[in-house]
């Protein structure tokens, strides 16, 4: 949801519209937003290469504000980008030094530079955050407040407070932190979605945040209405794919589902005692055969043609080996097959658990019709929900329609919040002072 091109003066040369369309589709991502700082000049070039690949770059913008904020603009289209271009080229002062700040290279779709922009993009406009939203919706686009969980160049972090009267969006959360915990602090509270991106400055850096979102098609305006909440489009997650391990149970689940399982049965157990964090995914898919199984954990084999979004059992073998634990594939051909990872739940090097909210809603909006068993332990307490009792709570509607997800939504929360309550009064318990 936020990737600079070469036109950035802090992007990397080799940022150019068909380097990024690629690094994103090995990345398994179905689109980015592309938000240069303060100009839209390699949308076009961006969206064609998109085009040809088979995926979407959406119009955006990374305006900064007088106060030194960073607004990213979500726009409908590349017309509308080259009218809020405009309308910030004329309030930015200064013309680009290169030695200074980089180069600022306008590109054409397979990398050929056809020019450079002259403003001192890097520069701040002089909009204030109100007037610079007001700008963006006149625009047609939608206002996320970019990285708010930074304090350089953070909506927070710059002015100490939301402005009550400003008319955000949307709300982004760095790949320096933690979807959940991002979305609880700055985003659950003014009630707008949490969104999360890269701020890919080069193309190794694409895909190690992202957002899921629940759209009919990959296209703009189904980006929009999902951030708006309408017909059914909806903001599922976020996550990093290369830390969370809440993205990875995705990943496993995702597969049994993609090979014709009809139940998955996850369980993440959090044992202090035993200083263990156990992840098992089971399910009633084709399975493996002996060979098969044996071969799934080796880094060098895959049977995919394409790398989807998510490490694989290669990764989650090793981060579970780097986190002092172990994983286990049982599998037979017809029959399923049953994932289990152990990590030392203390264990430096053990990976955050991540979102998984964003598991349990990704997995059944894209597969509303498996049967989910899901429990989440930690110590002597736990919760379960079941899609079966869900389902008879939804009166026949899906668990993929609005009302499926919201109620998933705030089943996960409410059992995850009962977790938390039970974590917080034990330490209380344990540490009386
Ligand atoms: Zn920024
Ligand atoms: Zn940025």
Same mark, same amino acid.
């Given at each position: 949801?936020?990737v600079?091109?070469?036109?950035?003066?802090?992007?990397?040369?080799?940022?150019?519209?068909?380097a990024i369309v690629r690094a994103a589709v090995e990345a398994g991502l179905d689109g980015v937003?592309?938000?240069?700082?303060?100009?839209?000049?390699?949308?076009?070039?961006t969206?064609? /290469?998109a085009?040809?690949a088979?995926c979407v770059a959406?119009?955006?913008?990374?305006?900064?504000?007088?106060?030194?904020?960073?607004?990213?603009?979500?726009?409908?289209?590349?017309?509308?980008?080259?009218?809020?271009?405009?309308?910030?080229?004329?309030?930015?002062?200064?013309?680009?030094?290169?030695?200074?700040?980089?180069?600022?290279?306008?590109?054409?779709?397979?990398?050929?530079?056809?020019?450079?922009?002259?403003? !001192?993009?890097?520069?701040?406009?002089?909009?204030?955050?109100?007037?610079?939203?007001?700008?963006?919706?006149?625009?047609?686009?939608?206002?996320?407040?970019?990285?708010?969980?930074?304090?350089?160049?953070? %909506?927070?972090?710059?002015?100490?407070?939301?402005?009550?009267?400003?008319? !955000?969006?949307?709300?982004?959360?760095?790949?320096?932190?933690?979807?959940?915990?991002?979305?609880?602090?700055?985003?659950?509270? !003014?009630?707008?979605?949490?969104?999360?991106?890269?701020?890919a400055?080069?193309p190794?850096?694409i895909g190690?945040?992202?957002?899921?979102?629940? %759209?009919?098609?990959?296209?703009?305006?189904?980006?929009?209405?999902?951030?708006?909440?309408?017909?059914?489009?909806?903001?599922?997650?976020?996550?990093?794919?290369?830390?969370?391990?809440?993205?990875?149970?995705?990943?496993?689940?995702?597969?049994?589902?993609?090979?014709?399982?009809?139940?998955?049965?996850?369980?993440?157990?959090?044992?202090?005692?035993?200083?263990?964090?156990?992840?098992?995914?089971?399910?009633?898919?084709?399975?493996?055969?002996?060979?098969?199984?044996?071969?799934?954990?080796?880094?060098?084999?895959?049977?995919?043609?394409?790398?989807?979004?998510?490490?694989?059992?290669?990764?989650?073998?090793?981060?579970?080996?780097?986190?002092?634990?172990?994983?286990?594939?049982?599998?037979?051909?017809?029959?399923?097959?049953?994932?289990?990872?152990?990590?030392?739940?203390?264990?430096?090097?053990?990976?955050?658990?991540?979102?998984?909210?964003?598991?349990?809603?990704?997995? !059944?909006?894209?597969?509303?019709?498996?049967?989910?068993?899901?429990?989440?332990?930690?110590?002597?307490?736990?919760?379960?929900?079941?899609?079966?009792?869900?389902?008879?709570?939804?009166?026949?509607?899906?668990?993929?329609?609005?009302?499926?997800? /919201?109620?998933?939504?705030?089943?996960?929360?409410?059992?995850?919040?009962?977790?938390?309550?039970?974590?917080?009064?034990?330490?209380?318990?344990?540490?009386?002072?």
């Open positions: 949801m936020h600079h091109t070469c036109l950035s003066p802090c992007g990397e040369l080799d940022m150019h519209p068909s937003v592309i938000c240069d700082h303060n100009a839209a000049d390699n949308v076009a070039a969206g064609r /290469a085009r040809t088979g959406v119009a955006g913008m990374e305006i900064t504000t007088e106060e030194e904020v960073h607004l990213v603009a979500l726009l409908p289209d590349e017309a509308a980008a080259g009218v809020l271009h405009a309308r910030v080229a004329a309030a930015l002062p200064g013309r680009n030094a290169p030695a200074a700040f980089g180069e600022q290279v306008i590109a054409s779709e397979d990398g050929e530079v056809l020019g450079f922009n002259a403003s !001192l993009l890097s520069g701040a406009t002089s909009w204030t955050v109100g007037r610079a939203a007001d700008e963006i919706h006149r625009a047609g686009g939608l206002v996320v407040a970019a990285h708010m969980d930074r304090e350089r160049f953070g %909506l927070v972090g710059q002015l100490g407070f939301v402005p009550a009267d400003l008319a !955000l969006d949307a709300i982004e959360v760095s790949a320096a932190t933690a979807y959940d915990a991002g979305r609880r602090r700055y985003a659950d509270p !003014l009630g707008l979605p949490a969104i999360t991106g890269s701020d400055h080069g190794g850096e190690r945040a992202l957002t899921y979102l629940h %759209l009919d098609r990959a296209e703009a305006a189904e980006v929009h209405r999902a951030i708006r909440a309408e017909g059914g489009r909806a903001v599922l997650g976020g996550g990093r794919p290369m830390e969370d391990l809440a993205l990875h149970i995705l990943d496993i689940a995702r597969n049994g589902a993609e090979a014709g399982a009809t139940r998955i049965e996850v369980r993440v157990e959090e044992d202090a005692a035993a200083d263990t964090l156990c992840i098992t995914v089971a399910d009633n898919g084709r399975g493996m055969d002996a060979e098969t199984a044996g071969r799934a954990t080796d880094p060098f084999f895959t049977t995919r043609r394409t790398r989807v979004v998510g490490l694989g059992l290669p990764l989650l073998r090793q981060a579970a080996e780097t986190a002092g634990g172990g994983l286990t594939v049982t599998s037979h051909a017809g029959a399923g097959t049953r994932v289990e990872a152990v990590f030392g739940l203390s264990h430096v090097d053990r990976a955050p658990l991540g979102d998984v909210e964003t598991t349990v809603l990704v997995l !059944l909006a894209a597969h509303p019709d498996v049967e989910l068993d899901w429990t989440h332990r930690r110590g002597a307490h736990e919760y379960s929900l079941a899609t079966a009792d869900l389902r008879a709570a939804l009166d026949g509607a899906s668990l993929a329609s609005p009302a499926g997800l /919201a109620l998933l939504r705030s089943a996960v929360r409410h059992g995850e919040q009962s977790l938390s309550a039970t974590a917080d009064s034990e330490s209380r318990t344990e540490n009386p002072l």
